[in-house]
């Protein structure tokens, strides 16, 4: 089975509101990333947690780390249509010298 | 200037067809990779470079070679294609090949086998 798993797999918002998607994982991680993905495009990356960080703040976005239940979560505050896309965490793992990408949660914001 | 570039943008082909796809980085990276994402969305590695060295290799039919002529480039061919080979191909690239760096990835290369 993957190494991380998102929840939910879609979520449907209106603009303004406040979206958050969460990912578990496995393993032990060094770090976990999360990347967007527009609809025909390529991933682009977002936010890095390191393993000993527990928060992390880029602009309207919020990422936490919970190392001991294995979860990460991203919170997308006052959402916009142009949030609307696929979100991926991914994760580094210790054993390994890769990312693993998660199933992904699909976020429709309606205008 | 796009940072990372692949090409074709789209692939239709039959079945037991031979074809490439290539993909090129400005950014400098030392690092490249190849990933397949299914009509599922699942995104999964299938190799990666660094410095023109395979370092990664995931269980992947040997139908599929890579080949890195530079740190700059890392080309993807396909013999006999299946209808399973059909999904989408994106080439990324990070500056080193260890999992605290970020990915930049291309646009994706759409494979279509019919």
């Known amino acids: 089975s993957q190494q991380g798993e998102e929840d939910p797999q879609a979520l449907s918002i209106q603009e303004g509101e406040n979206a958050t998607m969460n990912c578990s994982y496995k393993?032990?991680?060094?770090?976990l990333q999360w990347y967007r993905q527009n609809s025909g495009r390529g991933l682009v990356h977002l936010i890095l947690?390191?393993?000993?960080?527990r928060e992390k703040h880029s602009g309207r976005l919020r990422v936490t780390l919970d190392t001991s239940k294995k979860s990460s979560s991203l919170l997308i505050t006052a959402s916009r249509a142009a949030d609307t896309a696929s979100y991926f965490c991914?994760?580094?793992?210790?054993?390994?010298?890769?990312?693993?990408f998660g199933e992904g949660t699909q976020l429709t914001v309606n205008p | 200037d796009t940072a990372v570039s692949q090409t074709p943008k789209y692939l239709v082909t039959q079945m037991g067809n031979d074809k490439s796809i290539k993909c090129e980085q400005n950014?400098?990276?030392?690092?490249m990779y190849w990933y397949k994402q299914d009509s599922k969305k699942f995104l999964k590695i299938m190799f990666s470079?660094?410095?023109?060295?395979?370092?990664i290799n995931e269980t992947v039919p040997n139908r599929f070679s890579p080949k890195s002529p530079d740190k700059a480039h890392l080309n993807l061919h396909i013999n006999s294609l299946e209808l399973g080979d059909s999904a989408v191909y994106f080439c990324?690239?990070?500056?080193?090949?260890?999992?605290?760096?970020?990915?930049?990835f291309g646009p994706g290369t759409r494979l279509t086998v019919t």
């Open positions: 947690i390191r393993s000993n960080e």
């Open positions: 470079y660094n410095n023109k060295e395979l370092i």
């Open positions: 393993t032990s991680i060094n770090n």
């Open positions: 950014l400098g990276h030392d690092t």
């Open positions: 990324a690239s990070s500056q080193r090949g260890r999992g605290d760096y970020e990915q930049y």
């Open positions: 991914a994760t580094d793992e210790t054993s390994g010298s890769r990312l693993t």
